[in-house]
Every structure is written in structure tokens, then in C-alpha cells.
């Protein structure tokens, strides 16, 4: 019986200082990019949600206003099918990536914008001009791939990951 405990002891020992090792933290992400980019839902990729940014702080965060807005909806979107229906559910995250927002809109279509401006760059189309492909289901946010020169942004339909050029 006491050889079982010590082993079961040690066992669990071990994997708590494996995990402990090996779990990304905030030392990972205490090093914001110098250009404060978000390149990962959630801030990083061990979701901590935290930017080690300084220029909001807790004295002047009561001084925040908004400088723009934009609709759940992409207008030329909605002129195309005037009856969707944007989801009730609208928890879309942007990432942010040199100076561009990459984010998805209240049907789950990905949209590129300006982050200083919030002027449109570009709205992903439907791939088949349908009310019921333009029909999706609002997401919580994109991924961001970069290698050598080709960049995609993505995101899911489905369960199936569709890659978008981030240039167009």
C-alpha cells in the first residue's frame, strides 16, 4: 500500500512539473510587438488576453471614447441580400495585423479594415451568391498564417478552415 502511494505521490508530482514547465504563460506574452499588434485570437497563443501596452492604464481608462464605428453588417452585403439577418450572437474578436483589422461580421463573413480610419479595405464574399451561403453564424474570430510571402487569414465554415488572402 505504501509503495502505491509514493508511486501514485510521484506520478503526479512529476506531471505537475511537466505541465507547469511546459504551460504557455505570460512571460510569453509580457512582450507586446513594438506596434502593439494582436496576431492571435485571445492576444497569443496561450489565450491570455493580456498586452504588457502602457498608454491605457487604469487613471485614464475612464476617458475612452469611441472614434468609429462600424455596422454588423458590410452595407454592400446587405444591399445584395437586404434580408439577412445579422446573428444575435455577435462576439467576433479582431486581430490586427500591420495596421489592418481582420475581423468577422454579424454572419460570420470576414472583413479587412483600416484600424486607425475603420475605412473598409475589403469584405469576403460569399462563395455562391445565395442568401443561404451569405446566411452564416457569427464567430468569435479569424487566425492569421504568414510564410515567406504568402499570408492568409481564415476562417471556418462548417468546421472546415477557408483560407482568404489578407491582400484582397
Known amino acids: 500500500m505504501k509503495n502505491s502511494r509514493r508511486f501514485t505521490t510521484a506520478t503526479v508530482l512529476t506531471a505537475t512539473v511537466i505541465m507547469t514547465v511546459a504551460m504557455p504563460g505570460r512571460r510569453g506574452s509580457a512582450q507586446p510587438s513594438a506596434s502593439g499588434e494582436w496576431r492571435t485570437y485571445g492576444g497569443d497563443k496561450g489565450f491570455t488576453r493580456y498586452s504588457g501596452l502602457d498608454q491605457i492604464n487604469r487613471e485614464n481608462v475612464k476617458n475612452l471614447r469611441p472614434v468609429w464605428r462600424r455596422p454588423a453588417i458590410d452595407p454592400q452585403v446587405l444591399e445584395k441580400f437586404p434580408d439577412l439577418v ?45 442568401l443561404k451561403e451569405a446566411t452564416g453564424q457569427s464567430t468569435r474570430g479569424v487566425t492569421y498564417w504568414r510564410r515567406i510571402a ?19
Request: hydrophobic share 40%; net charge positive; no cysteine.
Open 86 to 130: 445579422p446573428s444575435n450572437y455577435f462576439r467576433g474578436t479582431p486581430i490586427m495585423i500591420d495596421g489592418v483589422l481582420y475581423a468577422p461580421d454579424g454572419v460570420g463573413l470576414i472583413e479587412a479594415f483600416d484600424a486607425a480610419t475603420s475605412r473598409t479595405i475589403w469584405v469576403q464574399q460569399p462563395t455562391r451568391p445565395t
Open 150 to 168: 504568402i499570408r492568409r487569414t481564415m476562417r471556418a465554415i462548417s468546421g472546415s478552415p477557408v483560407p482568404l488572402s489578407s491582400a484582397t
